[in-house]
């Protein structure tokens, strides 16, 4: 489910043709005004020059661990257009002077036969680059994380500092890019910074990869400017019944159907609204559904995922689940259980190596926002029916 | 100067919030929520850095 339109350019967009010789890339991906796919928006031209100019030779990154269950984006992309990709790392990998690069995949799958047979063919001009396999635990694909992992030891995210800029795999000052940002500095490189931001919101140009998931007749990837209205992708998926979207993913947050449909798909715009850009994920409940009852039990799969190093997480989020689970179950212990999930989640973020409790946190904040008035009668012990009903987020076990 | 904590080498053990109360709580599991300094807390802000027996303080010159 793609929509063919002219600005369909990420996926099955025309070739790239030859690579342009002597293009300034971290120029152009600055004039480009690129920022970052992978879910933090970053403008991906300083993450270019932070590793740049250092006395060892970085190492870049290719991501497309995809930690966030809900997304199939970096999927997608690599299935459709891996030579893009690997135009983007080869380009990357010039500006900063790396000389070797890993395309991290998720595990439990082949890498795609694109992908493999893109390697050999595609010219990477004495870039090496090497496939790795990431586990499938949502915080494996986190930048420290990855960097650990490369550098031989567990999937797991490291206190900072030092950055992985600094001192990332072996050692090595480290570029990690999500692979739809690479795809974008071969876009930008190739068809110059005008033509690359001539489409899209002026901020945050370009077009977005939005996965749309949940309870719409066909999920799947769609390609958008950014700015369009979030309501687009809802539409591409066939969506009619819209009671609330999860926006941004598991570590994201909910928005009302409404809210959700104008909500425009940038960073700053999805803030404004109250959700989340992320990786670009929107996940549709139908207005029947029992939105606290789906988010304990997100809750749930988020608890189980942390990583087990920092105490707040360790201990905050198993609690934040069983207290939204009793205040979702009703009884005389659920208003207080209601009360705590609301301290509990205002002091967890910023409180771990990584960013997974602040995502939790917010996720269970939000749905306490916008199912407020189902909430509230949970807790004093009247179930709206969508509890007892199917659940539509699927949450890997 | 503010006080940044390796959340990872954590354990919780809790002295920091004794030793500098005008800056740091313990959560409900009795971890550190760190705020600001307060002018003139310099000397204590050290000493809890020091006390740590993780070794999970350290004392950032920016704010």
Known sequence: MTTATLTTRLLGGPPLGPRPAGVDVEAAVAAAGLVGRGGGGFPTARKLAAVRGRRRAPVLVANAAEGEPLSTKDATLLARAPHQVLEGIVLAASAVGAREAYLCLPAGLAPPPAVQDAVRRHDLAGVTVRLRAVPRRYVASEESALVQLLSGGPALPTSRPPRAAERGVRGAPTLVLNVETLAGVALAVHCGPQRYRAVGDPAEPGTLLVTVAGAVPAPGVVELPTGTPAGTALAAAGAVDVGAVLTGGYGGAWLSGEAARSAPLTHAGMRTAGGVLGPGILAVLPRHACGPAETAAVARYLAGQSAGQCGPCVFGLPDIAGALDAAVAGGPHAPAALAAVRRWTATLPGRGACRHPDGAARLVASALRVFAADLSAHVSGRPCAGFFGPRYLEVPR | ?63
């Open chain 2, 1 to 63: 100067m503010r006080i940044e904590v390796d959340r990872i080498a954590c354990r919780g053990d809790g002295l920091c919030a004794g030793l500098l109360p005008e800056a740091v709580t313990l959560d409900d599991w009795g971890f550190p929520i760190v705020g600001p300094l307060p002018p003139g807390s310099e000397k204590a802000a050290r000493r809890a850095v020091a006390a740590c027996p993780a070794l999970a303080l350290r004392l950032e010159a920016r704010t």
